[in-house]
């Protein structure tokens, strides 16, 4: 009876297809995984994070989308991968690049004085500032 349930609407076929399907998209993941190199989460620029996340929207469609042809999937993380590829290399060479896809330090505390300015735009406050500062083991702001 549970056979049947599980495949009510929809043969074993469709069901295999949409394990081929989840398995090409983390192939096709690990492979621009592996080309875009290893980085930590925290090493992560906000253009990364945003590409990474839209890979994997793709790749999930990509599994479970089997309305749409495999190559649609494909193409559209090729696009992204390549593309967050490109302005890597661009970032590298380019400091001008760089400043616009990383953009620049905030200084928040400089000479003994806080930086309140810098605060509004970074959207922090003093405490929090003061929070992080002794997670990383500056108990003294001086430090």
């Known amino acids: 009876m549970s056979f049947i349930f599980i495949t009510e609407g929809r043969n074993i076929m469709e069901y295999l297809g949409i394990f081929l ?3 090409l998209s ?3 993941l690990f492979v621009f995984t592996k080309l875009l190199g290893k980085r930590q989460i925290s090493d ?20 479970t989308g089997i309305e749409r042809n495999i190559w649609v999937g ?8 390549l593309s967050v590829l490109a302005i890597d290399i661009i970032d590298r060479k380019s400091i001008r690049a760089r400043r616009f896809f990383s953009g620049t330090p905030t200084i928040l505390y400089e000479n003994g004085k806080f930086k309140k300015k810098n605060f509004a735009r970074a959207q922090i406050s ?6 992080m500062c002794r997670i990383n083991g500056y108990y003294y ?3």
Do not use: C
Not at 74 to 81: E, R, S
Not at 126 to 131: K, L, P, R
């Open 21 to 23: 399907r989840a398995l």
């Open 26 to 28: 983390l192939v096709v």
């Open 44 to 63: 992560l620029s906000l253009f990364d994070y945003i590409n990474g996340m839209t890979i994997g929207s793709i790749a999930a469609e990509m599994a």
């Open 74 to 81: 494909i193409i559209g993380m090729g696009v992204y991968g």
């Open 126 to 131: 003093i405490s929090e500032f003061q929070e």
């Open 141 to 143: 702001i001086d430090d």
